[in-house]
């Protein structure tokens, strides 16, 4: 069985959902879901979006402020750190993911994936950002210089582009989501689901 856990490294949601695979986390159950970070809106700017005004545009103010409290909400539920102030900006994903896909080691990819969630979410640090991209990627024990200079090789461009490219291939869906066996289950966002779905897989 094949597991693929997608997600963008801005959504908060991701984060969430990040957590809730911790929680199944052993030395077999690492190993057995390959990450699979897909920059959901590909025209962020470089400086970042304004989700608040972004949400505000497309649903109004008061359905906007709500939808960040809703997610606020989600992660007290799984008692990750998310600061509400740190969510009305969203910062380009593209280079965070590059770094994650630049690592050979699935553990690795793993630390840095949350090293970036928590960066973002509890300290509102801007990951778009190479040099705090490389302080974060130091902090897990990596050498930043290394892994930053790996994402200018074109595999890892390609790489990127193929996994887009797969997972639009499976239709419209929020993010995060899981594939298993490259068929959408969003059925797996509680702790019993994922440990019987990795039951399975092993």
């Not at 077999?28 to 962020?44: D, G, K, M, S």
């Not at 930043?144 to 990127?160: E, F, N, P, T």
Request: a negative charge.
């Amino acid at each position: 069985m094949k597991i693929e856990f997608v997600f963008d490294i801005v959504y908060p949601m991701s984060y969430v959902a990040f957590q809730k695979l911790k929680q199944n986390w052993n030395e077999h159950t690492a190993t057995r879901v390959e990450l699979l970070p897909i920059q959901r809106v590909p025209e962020i700017p470089e400086q970042g979006l304004d989700v608040l005004q972004y949400l505000t545009d497309k649903y109004g103010a008061s359905a906007a402020n709500r939808k960040l409290e809703m997610t606020k909400f989600a992660a007290y539920s799984e008692d990750v750190i998310v600061n509400i102030e740190h969510m009305k900006r969203m910062p380009n994903s593209q280079l965070a993911h590059q770094a994650i896909l630049a690592l050979d080691n699935i553990l690795d990819q793993y630390a840095l994936t949350q090293a970036l969630f928590h960066a973002l979410f509890a300290h509102g640090q801007d990951i778009a950002d190479i040099h705090v991209l490389k302080s974060i990627i130091e902090g897990i024990g990596l050498d930043g210089s290394k892994v930053l200079r790996s994402i200018q090789h074109k595999d890892i461009a390609d790489r990127q582009h193929e996994i887009t490219q797969y997972v639009k291939s499976k239709g419209q869906h929020p993010i995060p989501f899981y594939l298993v066996d490259g068929e959408v289950n969003d059925q797996t966002f509680s702790t019993q689901e994922l440990r019987q779905l990795f039951h399975r897989a092993s």
